[in-house]
């Protein structure tokens, strides 16, 4: 018997918990019924019982665990067993195998080899590989059959390298596709049977990157150490079959000045002697590009020079400017936040320029998590997409949204340090940075100390109160909370609890949904406890204001037919903030003081708060004034100037009045998708009365 892949997940989940896990928490992490839950769990234990293991069992009142004896085997066994059964392959892992085995393994890229790697039927390949040969065909690689020789790709090694790269990334962006890592692994070194067990060779390799590391001031994501290894690897594979890949003169002598390529001319001098591998100029420079792409956890900017980090510094300052105008927010530690930027971007920048692929699995959790910072961080990457003349890929953007929105989460502490917390991530320097702000906004009185790689954290003796890891760690005098890298609200919830049970805190307070599921399971059976507690609190929230000025509102519950005005004129600049600023004093959501704030502010930085012809959004500081979150809309006539200039007049006035610098975020980042094409616009200053105004808020925005 062989366990698919989702109750492999299932397994993994209840393996990894260091307690009993509830149903209902299952069924929200894995998004299916109860009832397969249940029928998964059947075959779970007979699968463990097929390995003489310990089924998972229940335990009443608290949830699901894997017993001790079988979760140590598991772990134990995890690399050498655990990936042979985790599960049956998907369709797409399997063409990325046929892919490398017919790059990596041209000696034996046949039909019958393609079947033994991925246990398909003839039929099955012949329509993938149709569908591969048009892929590579826009890669500018030609897929050819001869007869008794097998499939063989035409084309420049150039672009069997982007291909090669870009499989890395894939197999390295799924955490779940252990079985797939461990069989290109084979196709590279066939000596070894899976990732974990290591050549000396790859050994090599890491000790040379971790060398690098010093020569150039910085430390690797481990995740990147890993990617690298296996490339450099790859590299000396294509060397051995006389496959070498050529770089432009040109581009060879710009990166001949960087660092990047003194470390890379050690690595593979020493790499030479040890395994007598001659490496050309053009591989050097190769290995070159592929580390000024790698991803960082901790850069050391006094080594680099005024003329090296010049360019992107100012591409970074535009960014973070634009993106305070954009969000209203005003980013009190700049040069923080600007050299945490340019540590991601300075990579981000080598990876676009020399067409290097980043693995990101979190690009999507990312979008669906911080939509209106990703929304607004999209429109701030303009400035890097003229900088480096190419369009910035979402997964890019993904990343920096997470600088910027750990930013946006830091919040001076109301409250005395009672804890220290040490956090374990391999995802880089957004990633945990947004997960210490999460963390920190999160817990009262936790002050993370310092985030480290798994490598870094496993070097020494650490003093904390918590550790907080996204990789497994094995508890020892201090305890560990595994986290995921981003916190979903069920994620904080689990937190919170399990920092109460460590810490003896009191139980956390119980909210109105809470009481309402007390009431229904007294007479009812709930099968999605999750959900249908979702639901109460949005149902609750609707009716009780005070909570949901917590919450992200709409545009539309900001802008209504009490904050719309439409006039023809006004006299200037400063009546047109009077006159849209006014219906929040009536509401009592400002104070009279906030509007001469604006005013202020307006003549002391300039008309900043133009952020495209037509369009004008006043605001100031939370504490100048703002009593609640508000939103307020002028339509004028005739156009107000704000300065002598053509492009700073304005007919469409937006107040904002902020609490904080995330919750109107949601709104705002609606109201610049609404405002970002001229047909809006124009349908707004044409509109005859507030109903039109807001038919188009709720046409444009998704409810």
């Not at 059947?42 to 979760?71: A, C, R, Y």
């Not at 010049?310 to 009190?332: H, N, P, R």
């Not at 007390?518 to 949005?538: C, G, N, P």
Request: charged share 25%; proline share 4%; with cysteine.
């Amino acid at each position: 018997m062989v366990l698919d892949k989702r109750r492999a997940h299932l397994l993994s989940i209840i393996q990894q918990s260091n307690k009993p896990i509830a149903i209902n928490e299952l069924v929200a992490k894995m998004n299916v019924s109860q009832r397969t839950i249940y029928y998964d769990l059947d075959q779970i234990n007979h699968w463990l019982e097929t390995q003489n293991l310990e089924p998972v069992e229940s335990k009443h009142g608290k949830g699901l665990f894997l017993p001790s004896s079988s979760k140590l085997k598991l772990w134990v066994e995890k690399e050498e067993s655990f990936d042979e059964w985790q599960y049956q392959l998907s369709k797409e892992e399997r063409e990325v195998l046929i892919k490398a085995k017919i790059l990596l393994e041209e000696q034996d890229a046949s039909m019958q080899s393609f079947m033994e790697l991925t246990k398909l039927s003839r039929g099955t390949i012949s329509k993938a590989l149709k569908k591969m040969k048009q892929e590579f065909q826009e890669d500018g690689l030609q897929l050819l059959y001869q007869k008794g020789a097998g499939y063989r790709l035409r084309g420049s090694e150039d672009a069997k390298r982007t291909v090669l790269s870009n499989i890395l990334a894939t197999i390295f962006s799924q955490p779940d596709w252990k079985n797939v890592r461990n069989q290109v692994h084979k196709m590279i070194q066939p000596e070894a049977d899976t990732w974990s067990q290591e050549t000396d060779q790859r050994r090599s390799v890491k000790a040379l990157l971790f060398e690098a590391e010093t020569e150039l001031g910085l430390t690797l994501t481990d995740e990147m150490v890993e990617v690298l290894s296996l490339q450099i690897l790859m590299i000396m594979k294509r060397i051995e079959l006389q496959n070498y890949i050529f770089i432009q003169p040109a581009e060879k002598q710009v990166l001949k000045q960087t660092k990047a390529y003194q470390a890379a001319s050690i690595i593979t001098n020493k790499l030479g002697n040890a395994w007598g591998i001659t490496f050309p100029e053009d591989e050097v420079s190769f290995i070159t590009m592929n580390l000024l792409g790698s991803k960082v956890q901790h850069d050391d900017f006094s080594r680099y020079s005024a003329q090296e980090l010049s360019g992107l510094k100012e591409v970074v300052q535009e960014m973070i400017t634009d993106f305070q105008v954009y969000a209203c927010v005003v980013f009190d530690d700049k040069p923080g936040l600007e050299e945490n930027l340019i540590s991601h971007i300075k990579p981000t920048f080598y990876r676009l320029k020399y067409g290097v692929k980043i693995a990101n699995d979190l690009a999507n959790t990312i979008q669906e998590t911080y939509p209106d910072i990703f929304h607004l961080t999209k429109r701030v990457m303009r400035h890097l997409e003229i900088y480096v003349g190419k369009p910035i890929p979402d997964e890019e953007v993904a990343y920096i949204t997470l600088h910027f929105g750990g930013w946006l989460t830091k919040e001076k502490k109301q409250v005395e340090t009672k804890l220290n917390a040490i956090i374990v991530c391999e995802n880089g320097i957004g990633t945990s940075n947004m997960l210490r702000t999460q963390l920190e906004n999160l817990i009262a009185g936790l002050n993370v100390t310092t985030t480290l790689s798994m490598r870094e954290f496993q070097k020494g003796h650490h003093e904390a109160d918590v550790i907080f890891s996204t990789n497994y760690v094995k508890p020892k005098d201090i305890p560990v909370i595994h986290v995921p890298a981003i916190l979903t609200n069920m994620e904080k919830e689990r937190v919170i609890q399990r920092m109460n049970e460590l810490f003896e805190a009191a139980p956390p307070k119980r909210d109105a949904a809470d009481h309402v599921m007390d009431v229904i399971e007294r007479y009812a059976t709930i099968h999605q406890k999750a959900e249908l507690k979702k639901e109460l609190t949005s149902l609750l929230e609707q009716n009780n204001p005070q909570t949901k000025e917590q919450k992200k509102p709409m545009l539309n519950e900001l802008l209504t037919e009490e904050t719309i005005q439409l006039q023809d004129s006004v006299s200037d600049w400063e009546e047109a903030i009077r006159v849209t600023a006014q219906p929040l004093i009536d509401q009592q959501s400002i104070r009279p003081a906030y509007v001469q704030a604006m005013i202020d502010n307006v003549k002391e930085l300039g008309p900043y708060i133009v952020i495209a012809p037509r369009i004008a959004i006043p605001h100031a500081r939370t504490e100048a004034g703002v009593e609640r979150l508000g939103m307020s809309f002028l339509r004028l006539k005739e156009p107000v100037y704000f300065s002598e200039q053509e492009k700073h007049r304005a007919q469409l006035i937006i107040v904002l009045a902020a609490i904080d610098n995330q919750t109107h975020l949601t709104a705002l980042a609606q109201l610049t998708e609404l405002l970002s094409t001229d047909a809006n616009i124009d349908q707004l200053i044409a509109a005859n009365d507030r109903k039109e105004v807001i038919e188009l808020i709720n046409q444009k925005i998704e409810v």
